[in-house]
């Protein structure tokens, strides 16, 4: 759904010319597809975010993880062989990429990447994306099961949103998406809740127009839930931030 007053990111080019959306599915709660894959869109599995679109009969452009969450023919899980190693170095770090094993699983290209990384299975995955060149991007499978993993996955929206490019997390009620410096509007449509939650320390300038309760240029800090459960009231409604970065919650389509 193209909200009122904006280009969905998913109709730029990236670097690389790329056009359409990356759409990343972890081995979290998974609650389907939202949409259909286009032509455009490019489909990266992580780790046993796999066996979600195995149970669709949908196949990834590229499976790509440690797997120490699933195993394939041939090798253990990622890092029962790698017990009380000692951390890469950071130049072996910055070039884990350049270093993934290439390989072939059910007839989909395969990366193994070493478990002994900084950057989790997804985030790998949208480092991937981002060097195709795309800006919009779509984590399902993403939220659940463990906390932490959970949160660091909304990290990967204000990764991406820092980036210049459109994220959006798909629960099974709601979506959450990452605004940096910049506004959204909304059409008159919409309906259900809506949350603006700073997740840097502060957001500067927070602006909400058109819900039922109206901010103008206020502050907003991580450490109050200020911002939590306002609503769409039929209006075309904007959200606009001038220094920080919102995470926004509201119901689909995104």
Known sequence: MK????????????????????????AGDFFGLPFPIGETDYLIAADAGYLHLKALSVKPDLLIGDFDSMELPGGKRGREERKGISIFSDSERADY????VRGEYEGVETGRIDP??????????????LKKGFREFHLLGAGGKRIDHSIANLQLLAFLAEKGCRAYLHGETEIVTALRNGSRRFSSERRGYFSALSFTDFSLGVS???????IEDVRLTNLLPTGLSNEFIGEEAEISVRE????LIYGPPY
């Open 3 to 26: 909200e009122e007053g904006e280009e969905r990111a998913g109709g730029e080019r990236g670097e690389n010319g790329h056009e359409g959306r990356c759409i990343l599915v972890g």
């Open 244 to 247: 920080g970065t919102l995470l």
């Open 116 to 129: 002994v990384k900084n950057d989790s299975d997804l985030l790998a995955a949208c480092r991937i994306g």
């Open 208 to 214: 909400e127009r058109g819900f039922r309760y109206l």
């Open 97 to 100: 990429l350049s270093r993934i």
